[in-house]
């Protein structure tokens, strides 16, 4: 199919570009940017208003589509998502997480190794890329683990992880406590050119806590996580790196101190990149009402301090990205007390939305900086962006692209999710913000119709 967008604003970091204009996409590919762009044949045609949605996207030879209002991102890139697959996808699949992540404006996301089995070598890591090419519509890459079975007592086959196609390793869902064994993964990821993704949480610390340790979790009756929990693991990390040159890449950033941490660290010359979630920048423990599940998630709210610095560490390029940590459970798993229940909220279909609500309209991002930290930015960070050609909007680039209307109001609703997960505190928040056309390769993978 030829898919002419005409008349949207062009958001694409690489080339900073921010205009008004026209893409042609021919066969996987961005073949023309300019004004006034048509077909190079008399293809059949049929225009389709980006805002509002409608017609038949299947039949055409090629499609029209006015993107007037909306704006066209290089497709977004998500290095931490939970697609719980193989073992667990009672919970989540590759196949209904890549459709959540299209539907969100994905067209890349990096899949986290805590599944049963864990994603520990090589054989595991085919098994989700063969899966994926025959049932997602986007790209899936999945993430290693650090150690055999996540038991943090041997290293696991990174080498041959990353020769089947890993970016890159983690231990995520927990921390690498024995240091001897994280400093022998970082000079490995260092020899192998790959991040380590670190989850920074001293266990020893947590003590039972599921909500941050502040007025708040004695409001709920609830035990406390303190910042100390992050920040410890955080600077023994960011001192690993340091030392061996590896590229470290901090996960799901919640605290001041980390992101403190980070700047300092970036100034020295460590190789550090750090992503935030919408939720840390979304809301504060404050905003908890209750003893109520949906608020449960690893790191926990913070306080609003913590919320600040994480939004300064964004609009000051401190924190390079936003990553979604999807982390969908079934009903039942998110029922009852906080105390019992499990950690974790989705995150792929409501990202957008919070991101233009919460940063872009406030201006505290602009709708360039927006495209750097959830494309451009992550495809950097797993150096995507020459291997793939993710993250950037050129010609002869693979056409992954995502068109999304700032300006149109919706109400979150959880039952309408792609997702089979619908753990999530914002159902039935109204935000402004939709994601209308994911393209992935040049081949329509998403389509907001209405009903959606």
Not at 213 to 227: E, Q, S
Request: hydrophobic residues 40%.
């Amino acid at each position: 199919m030829q898919i002419l967008i005409r008349h949207g604003r062009l958001l694409d970091p690489e080339s900073d570009t921010d205009r008004v204009t026209d893409i042609l996409i021919e066969d996987g590919k961005v073949t023309r940017i300019g004004d006034d762009l048509t077909f190079p044949a008399p293809y059949r045609r049929e225009v389709v208003m980006a805002v509002g949605g409608g017609g038949d996207v299947s039949s055409d030879d090629s499609m029209e589509i006015d993107a007037s209002g909306c704006w066209v991102m290089p497709g977004l890139v998500d290095l931490h998502v939970h697609l719980r697959d193989p073992g667990l996808t009672y919970k989540e699949d590759i196949g209904t997480g890549s459709e959540a992540a299209a539907r969100g404006g994905y067209t890349t996301i990096c899949a986290m190794p805590n599944t049963r089995p864990v994603i520990d070598m090589p054989d595991k890591v085919n098994y989700v890329r063969f899966k994926a090419a025959a049932l997602s519509p986007i790209h899936v890459m999945q993430i290693g683990a650090i150690t055999k079975g996540q038991k943090g007592e041997q290293l696991a086959d990174i080498r041959g992880m990353v020769d089947a196609g890993s970016p890159a390793i983690s231990e995520d869902g927990k921390s690498v406590m024995n240091a001897k064994i994280a400093l022998e993964a970082f000079r490995e990821a260092a020899s192998l050119k790959i991040p380590v993704c670190a989850h920074c949480e001293d266990k020893n610390l947590v003590n039972g806590g599921v909500v941050n340790d502040d007025p708040n979790a004695k409001r709920l009756n609830l035990p406390g996580i303190t910042n100390s929990t992050e920040d410890v693991i955080t600077a023994r990390d960011l001192v690993l790196a340091a030392e061996t040159g590896a590229h470290l890449h901090l996960c799901h950033v919640s605290t001041r101190g980390a992101v403190e941490m980070i700047r300092v660290a970036k100034a020295h010359g460590v190789h550090v990149t750090a992503e935030v979630c919408p939720h840390h920048f979304s809301m504060t423990s404050d905003d908890i009402p209750r003893d109520n599940p949906q608020y449960k998630m690893n790191p926990p709210l913070r306080t609003p301090q913590d919320r600040d610095a994480l939004i300064e560490g964004l609009r000051d390029g401190t924190i390079d990205c936003i990553a979604t940590d999807h982390a969908p459970h079934a009903a039942n798993e998110k029922f009852g007390s906080m105390k019992t229940c499990a950690f974790g909220i989705v995150g792929l279909e409501t990202a957008v939305a919070l991101t233009v609500t919460k940063l872009v309209e406030p201006g505290i991002l602009t709708p360039l900086q927006m495209a750097q930290v959830m494309s451009t930015g992550p495809a950097r960070a797993f150096d995507l962006m020459d291997q793939y050609g993710d993250g950037k909007i050129a010609e002869g680039n693979p056409a992954d692209i995502v068109v999304i209307d700032p300006g149109q109001e919706w109400v979150i609703d959880k039952r309408k999710f792609a997702s089979k997960g619908s753990n999530t505190p914002f159902d039935g928040w109204k935000v402004r913000g939709r994601v209308k056309w994911t393209i992935c390769e040049g081949e329509i993978v998403y389509h907001d119709e209405p009903g959606n």
